[in-house]
């Protein structure tokens, strides 16, 4: 496979802080990429760079051949926009919207029409186009928002986080419709920072972390990092404090790395089922109660925690 | 272009579709401008014109009957509340008081005007009215209006008296009724006759002989209406600069932005919008106001192209606004800050010819100042040719503002790159 997109070394910085800090990486035609990271990753600033919405402050990227910072109005008719946040105007109804944006996309007439039926049919809003979008719910503005972005067939679409703030069914259709797209041969690049999901849908996944790219590769390889390793989850109670439990549990053996989220405490080791039964003697002693335990084989969580010591939530 | 006047529709359906703005671009307008007719008495039985004690200096070069009736008119307690005269000698004076702003017009009346027409000392008359200057202060059109039609009804009965006085003398004479050496004296009594008749009715007088144009002119609805709709013109250009900030906070800008259109194109677009709508909310009101309280606006392609030009220069005003602040809150409170400044300097609430020269030359800062005197012009029976100042003076107004607008955009960096 080709590759559709490629960036090198792009940096962003506003004045003192550095949101992206020279990620490389590139994107195959047909495939779904991902990049997972926390909230201020730098996940956004860098889709931002891609879509030409952003100049980058130094490095440069290319879609289809196409340079983001010298041609973008190409970069533009290649790729299709679905931002995190809803773009969408509320007083048109979801056939206004869709009108609109094909319209700035260069669409016109019998063939702007056709394709907004194909989108709204798409993305299960047919019966309802005609009501204006401030009338739908949080699931549904979220469909129209990403079927703006596949108006006009992009070759490569962005979807930066989507599935932020709605509901599990709508979610569950989201995902869906990403595999469906990229089934009929669309490229996409998807933000998320939900493991889960760069679990499910992605072909390869670029974890950033603090504006860097600090791992790249299929979800085999990079859990590869990580070795063997699997992922023991206790939750503790509110009122205990989850951090006196890790500082216990590190003094185990068997555990290579005990770390905090609000009260959750997040327990690297070889074997979790081996694991469990110390750490929960450790929680006794302590008097610290444990509401709920998980166990997961070696994933992109582990493969996080691993590389900054820190989860995934953070 | 295509994507411009797209941008600029949609902008304009949303507007239509938002209640709120709606509210306040038409229904508050006409609502106030329907209380003001209330209060200043438009629909009370007094008929009052809403206009009072309009300053005019009297410059009386005539040394005959006429001239002095004219003087003795704007003297009469009929005219007592309207007009409130000052007498000087010299017109060079007169002009310069006018320049000052102290008075609404100067009223020059030469020297010879009675003698050239009622006949003295066996001299007969050149039978030519000699003209009266009305020097005006552009800056306040309605109040010079006003003068200008006393000075034009007095003339009129002067001439019609005149020509009146030819006819009698001349038939009395064919008749036998009087000789030859009669008709000076006649024609000198029936001159008398006449002055004091101008000046024994002037209330009279002018209501009758101007009944449909004056009526036109003195509809206090007729001030009222434009100048609040130019008051709330201001709130949709402010609020239209500030559906450009919205957008760039709720996502649609920056996704236009990343859509095969340029930043050029977008900021056109939305200001094309902004005017769009101050044009339609214009012509709504105008035609609104002419339906529902029959108020006459004048020349159709001149209040056309005045409504055009005012709104051009509002708009400028409201990308000024929307490029100084940084957030739709921001613009909110300067546009409605400004919207009731420019409402108070153009004359919506108070007329500004009877504020200091100082004022009135500040006025000149606001569309509704020229929008006014636009308005009035046409109101007075004006044509579009009236209109070069007031068009240029908008015009200069809103490229001086768009220029500064984009600059100060170009620095921000609209796109916030």
Redesign the interface.
């Known amino acids: 496979m080709s590759s559709l997109l490629e960036a090198r070394n792009l940096v962003k910085k506003y004045g003192d802080f550095t949101a992206v800090n020279g990620i490389s990486f590139e994107i195959k035609e047909g495939e779904i990429f991902s990049l997972l990271g926390p909230n201020g990753a730098g996940k956004t600033t860098t889709i931002?760079m891609l879509?030409?919405?952003?100049?980058p402050t130094s490095g440069d990227a290319t879609v289809d051949g196409h340079s983001i910072i010298k041609e973008p109005?190409a970069v533009?008719?290649l790729?299709g926009?679905v931002?995190q946040?809803?773009?969408?105007?509320d007083?048109?109804t979801a056939r206004?919207n869709l009108l609109?944006?094909g319209?700035?996309?260069?669409l016109s007439g019998k063939k702007l029409n056709t394709r907004i039926d194909e989108v709204l049919d798409q993305i299960g809003l047919t019966d309802k186009a005609k009501q204006?979008v401030k009338t739908y719910s949080g699931g549904m503005k979220r469909r129209v928002n990403i079927g703006?972005g596949l108006l006009h067939k992009p070759k490569l679409l962005f979807m930066d986080e989507p599935t932020v703030g709605i509901d599990p069914q709508s979610r569950r259709a989201i995902l869906d419709s990403v595999k469906e797209l990229n089934k009929q041969g669309m490229t996409v690049l998807y933000t998320t920072h939900y493991m889960e999901e760069a679990a499910e849908l992605s072909d390869r996944v670029g974890i950033m972390d603090h504006g860097e790219l600090i791992a790249l590769g299929t979800q085999a390889e990079l859990t590869k990092q990580v070795g063997e390793m699997e992922t023991l989850i206790l939750h503790v109670g509110e009122n205990d404090d989850p951090e006196r439990l890790a500082v216990a549990i590190r003094t185990l053996k068997m555990v290579r790395k005990a770390d905090v989220t609000d009260h959750t405490v997040t327990v690297i080791v070889p074997e979790a089922e081996e694991a469990l039964a110390p750490a929960v003697t450790k929680a006794n002693e302590l008097g610290i109660k444990i509401h709920s335990v998980d166990m997961r084989e070696p994933n992109l969580e582990a493969v996080f925690l691993h590389l900054t010591g820190r989860a995934l939530r953070d | 272009m295509r994507k411009l006047f797209l941008i600029g529709f949609k902008d304009l359906k949303l507007v239509f579709r938002d209640k709120a703005a709606l509210t306040f671009m038409l229904l508050a307008p006409f609502l106030l401008t329907l209380a003001m007719g209330f209060v200043t008495g438009a629909y009370g039985s007094s008929g009052s014109s809403g206009i009072s004690q309009i300053n005019i200096i009297l410059v009386n070069r005539d040394g005959g009957q006429l001239g002095q009736a004219l003087v003795d008119l704007f003297q009469s307690a009929d005219l007592t509340d309207l007009v409130a005269p000052a007498l000087v000698s010299d017109p060079g004076t007169a002009r310069a008081q006018i320049d000052a702003g102290e008075a609404a017009a100067a009223v020059i009346i030469p020297d010879g005007f009675t003698d050239n027409i009622i006949p003295t000392n066996n001299q007969a008359p050149s039978g030519e009215v000699l003209p009266i200057e009305i020097y005006k202060n552009p800056l306040a059109p309605v109040s010079a209006g006003v003068i200008q039609s006393i000075v034009e009804e007095f003339v009129s009965r002067v001439e019609t008296g005149r020509v009146g006085g030819q006819v009698i003398v001349t038939q009395m004479l064919t008749a036998g009724l009087i000789t030859p050496d009669q008709i000076s004296a006649i024609a000198s009594e029936m001159g008398q006759r006449q002055a004091d008749a101008v000046v024994q009715a002037p209330a009279i007088t002018l209501q009758a002989a101007q009944s449909g144009q004056a009526q036109k002119a003195f509809n206090p609805m007729a001030y009222m209406a434009p100048s609040m709709a130019l008051m709330f013109l201001i709130f949709t250009v402010s609020n239209g600069g500030r559906s450009i900030l919205l957008e760039q906070a709720g996502g649609t800008l920056p996704r236009l932005l990343v859509s095969p259109t340029n930043s050029a194109q977008v900021l056109i677009g939305k200001i094309f919008g902004v005017y769009l709508t101050g044009v339609v909310q214009m012509l709504i009101l105008i035609v609104a106001c002419s339906l529902l309280f029959g108020i006459q606006w004048g020349d159709p392609l001149g209040m056309l192209v005045l409504v055009l030009a005012a709104v051009f220069a509002a708009t400028g005003w409201g990308m000024l606004i929307t490029s100084l602040a940084r957030t739709p809150g921001q613009v909110s409170s300067i546009g409605t800050a400004i919207m009731l400044t420019f409402a108070i300097l153009g004359g919506s609430f108070i007329q500004t010819s009877i504020m200091p020269g100082w004022f009135q030359w500040l006025s000149r800062i606001t569309p509704n100042a020229w929008g006014m005197t636009g308005f009035t012009i046409l109101g007075l029976g004006g044509s579009l040719a009236d209109l070069g100042i007031t068009l240029l003076g908008l015009a200069v107004m809103g490229v001086v503002l768009f220029a500064f607008s984009i600059l100060i955009f170009g620095r921000r960096s609209f796109a916030q790159k």
């Open positions: 931002s879509s030409t919405l952003y100049v109005m533009r008719n790729i926009v931002p946040d809803l773009a969408l105007y007083d048109l206004e609109f944006w319209q700035m996309y260069n204006r703006v």
